[in-house]
């Protein structure tokens, strides 16, 4: 069995790279998206006046 060649490597290393990214890309807009909950839920409680 041969080693994989430097080509394939790069291949596989790029493959995961876009799998990381496509992951990280998901929970940076969920964290945008919390982010953007808090800040009007922030709002709010400060727009009341008890």
Known sequence: MSEPSR???LK?????LH???KQVR???ATLAQERDIL???TKFRFE???
């Not at 596989?12 to 995961?16: K, L, S, T």
Request: charged content about 45%; aromatic content about 4%.
């Open 26 to 28: 998901k929970e940076n």
């Open 12 to 16: 596989a290393e790029i493959a995961a």
């Open 7 to 9: 080509e394939e490597e």
């Open 48 to 50: 009341m006046t008890w």
């Open 19 to 21: 799998t990381e990214l």
């Open 39 to 41: 800040r009007k839920a």
